[in-house]
């Protein structure tokens, strides 16, 4: 079977005849059926796979990192090194034809053509593997402290400097931005920031005389952070204000200035390379493109040990930029300036960390209309599609002309969702309640939810009706023999069992205090700062839903190669000791929540 092996594929088709007819005597062939283990992790093979007919899944850490189909090849590393933490798996019936080592090596030697193939092949998954481990490397620097990367000299001057002295002491001290001191600090003055840009814009755009004082010229604002803050911190506070510095204090006063570049020298620089893709993104096809980055972002930082809330943080705001940048790429200017783009459910309340269903919609300002509306919208929703956002199965979504209508049409759905709450009413309400603005006027968005809160009055039936879905389902329990250690092999579903009865109760008990907060762990502590909870029990519960979305985190990328979250199941045999008893002390939690929530809104009369 040896005669069929295709010579025509690079780089067999630099061989000479005579070079074909010695290797094609040499060659095997391998049958695998499908599921079977070809190469098995940390195996030294002792040829080369050619893939004939078939497809190969490469895994590592239980995902497909590649795939292999018909004239592929693998695996050089472990053809030229003692075996790699990989393994190769028949995705299908599987044939191929199997290169040994010594007459690779000989060709190699023989053919310098050949031997350049190989060799640059080999390097080429040498180098990658290379970045891969570096990127796992940074990334555990996300738990490193500000204090750890070089901090800029603060160039101070005062209020009455001019642009020209300002200029001066820029290029003294071969700074970018100087600190405009506007009184004293210690007795009510303020401290503002002068950059480079600012300077130019001033001076030539503008043109103001350089003589004119910086004070009534600087920017008060300022983004500062502690010393002995996280460099993740710092990392997300740049992406989310689109801003290249942070002033940086300790003990209250300004020590230095953080530069983007100099944090990048000490952090993965691998959201902020996102970030810039989405920036500069021309084309749907571009975001695209930086989405998928976004699953490599989650994993690296995920594999490396990094806290959960801190991946859904970065990952909220790559995401709203990814989406404002889309609706930006595919919307009119004035629909721009009279609409408001809003997310909803996990990615409103900045929780989202896989892909989950859309959430997402569109309130336009009242009298305003858009010719070009309905292609906008479908176009949105088929890029996010695209971009690996399943659709949402009950059209919540700015395609559907439920979710894409005037201010006045969003505020008689919201006094209907109250004032007549069915199944869906309320959980319409549950996920409007949780929107966030992306892009255009958010006044839109804030008047909206000015308007639910303004509506609600202490109505016991609609509270009660409203958090009744938080004991919708069961929550397994194993303190009285029961799932842990009975039925260790079955799996839970996490968010029905756990996440989704916190989520939904603090929001229940949320909304009956006209909360304006979105996020779930936010709502904890602001309902322990107003006595709804004690602070031990919110203490308890936030640690419970960062525990239970990290599990959920870890069974979505072990089920997901695309990063979307299809699976929910948490195998309780796949977990260690400590994390299994973690898992059984949050799900009784859980229980207990749900009792103080049927004790407080009634739910058992």
Not at 47 to 64: A, I, K, N, T
Not at 237 to 255: D, F, N
Not at 317 to 344: G, T, Y
Not at 567 to 593: I, M, P
Request: charged fraction near 25%.
């Amino acid at each position: 079977m040896s005669d069929a092996f295709d010579f025509s594929v690079p780089p067999f088709d630099r061989l000479t005849p005579e070079q074909r007819q010695r290797l094609a005597a040499a060659l095997d062939l391998g049958v695998y059926a499908r599921d079977g283990v070809i190469l098995s992790r940390d195996e030294p093979a002792d040829c080369l796979f050619v893939v004939r007919q078939g497809l190969v899944h490469e895994r590592r850490g239980g995902e497909v990192v590649a795939v292999y189909g018909a004239h592929d090849s693998f695996d050089l590393q472990a053809l030229f090194s003692d075996g790699q933490a990989r393994s190769f798996v028949a995705a299908e019936d599987t044939l191929c034809d199997l290169v040994p080592r010594p007459i690779l090596l000989e060709l190699a030697h023989e053919n310098a053509a050949f031997g350049a193939v190989i060799q640059q092949e080999f390097a080429d998954r040498l180098s990658a593997l290379a970045n891969e481990r570096s990127n796992r490397e940074t990334a555990a620097l996300t738990m490193a402290r500000i204090r750890q990367a070089y901090l800029r000299p603060p160039v101070f001057v005062e209020a009455g400097a001019s642009l020209r002295d300002a200029a001066a002491a820029m290029k003294r001290d071969q700074a970018s931005s100087v600190l405009v001191r506007d009184g004293d600090p210690k007795k009510g003055g303020r401290v503002g920031i002068l950059t480079g840009t600012d300077l130019r814009d001033l001076v030539v755009l503008e043109g103001r005389p350089v003589d004119s004082p910086v004070g009534p010229l600087a920017r008060y604002e300022l983004l500062a952070l502690d010393r002995d803050d996280l460099l993740f911190n710092a990392l997300i506070l740049m992406t989310k204000h689109s801003v290249r510095r942070l002033v940086i204090t300790e003990q209250g006063a300004v020590v230095g200035l953080l530069e983007q570049t100099d944090l990048l020298a000490v952090l993965s620089n691998h959201s902020q390379v996102v970030a810039l893709k989405v920036d500069r993104a021309a084309t749907p096809e571009d975001l695209g493109r930086a989405s998928q980055d976004i699953v490599g972002l989650i994993r690296t930082l995920h594999g490396t040990g990094v806290k959960v809330s801190f991946i859904a943080d970065l990952v909220t705001e790559l995401n709203r930029k990814i989406f404002r940048r889309l609706f930006e790429l595919l919307a009119p200017p004035d629909l721009l300036a009279n609409s408001c783009l809003i997310v909803m459910g996990s990615e409103g309340r900045g929780e989202q960390l896989l892909k989950t269903d859309q959430d997402n919609g569109l309130i336009l300002r009242d009298g305003y209309d858009c010719p070009s509306l309905s292609q906008v919208t479908d176009a949105f929703t088929r890029h996010l599609v695209e971009f690996g956002y399943p659709p949402c199965p009950g059209r919540i979504m700015v395609s559907n002309p439920d979710w894409t209508r005037p201010l006045t049409l969003y505020k008689d759905s919201l006094f209907h969702w109250i004032h007549r709450p069915d199944e869906a009413a309320q959980m319409n309400l549950a996920i409007f309640y949780d929107a966030a603005a992306v892009a255009g006027d958010a006044a839109l968005l804030a008047e909206a939810k000015g308007y639910l809160l303004g509506r609600l009055q202490d109505n016991q039936m609609f509270f009660t009706a409203f958090a009744r879905p938080a004991l919708a389902f069961d929550t397994p329990s194993g303190l009285f023999g029961g799932l842990f250690e009975r039925r260790r092999s079955e799996a839970v579903d996490i968010k029905k069992a756990g996440i989704f009865p916190i989520v939904h109760g603090v929001r229940a008990l949320a909304l009956e205090k006209h909360m304006a907060e979105t996020n779930t762990t936010e709502r904890i502590w602001a309902l322990a700062d107003q006595g709804v909870l004690d602070r031990g029990m919110a203490g308890e519960l936030a640690d419970a839903f960062t525990f239970l979305s990290t599990l959920r985190l870890k069974a979505g990328l072990d089920g997901s190669v695309s990063g979307t979250q299809t699976d929910n199941l948490v195998r309780t045999e796949s977990l260690g000791k400590l994390d299994r008893d973690q898992f059984k002390d949050c799900l009784a939690l859980v229980k207990k929540f749900k009792e103080l929530l049927a004790y407080h809104f009634h739910l058992n009369h």
